[in-house]
């Protein structure tokens, strides 16, 4: 198996994903080309999580005394999911007066 090579960054790796969520997002691709980007995506998407646990990892080894004792607490806390780029389309609830459509977008 040949070398895994890194040719992105964190942050255009980022900036990528969010172009594949968009192009996702319209609907217009076929299958075949659909199934092609999602993978790239999910690659993308794993090499972000390394970088971003490497970090942490980095950033509690920085944070140790001489003891090797935690000093502060340095984790990164990790968000339950991205957001979508787009707003989700409405289900026809608009019309529900119970306050429960502000909190909608939250969901996702």
């Not at 996702?24 to 659909?34: I, N, V």
């Not at 999910?42 to 990892?57: F, G, N, P, T, V």
């Amino acid at each position: 198996m040949p070398a895994k090579k890194e040719t992105h960054t964190f942050e255009s790796a980022l900036e990528r994903i969010e172009q594949i969520a968009a192009q996702m997002e319209t609907g217009e691709l076929p299958l075949d080309q659909l199934i092609v980007v999602y993978e790239e995506g999910l690659a993308l998407i794993r090499y972000c999580s390394e970088r971003l646990d490497d970090a942490e990892k980095r950033l509690e080894t920085i944070t140790r005394n001489a003891a090797g004792q935690p000093k502060a607490l340095a984790t990164v806390q990790k968000v339950p999911e991205i957001p979508p780029s787009t707003p989700a389309e409405t289900s026809g609830n608009e019309g529900d007066s119970s306050g429960a459509g502000s909190s909608a977008a939250r969901l996702f």
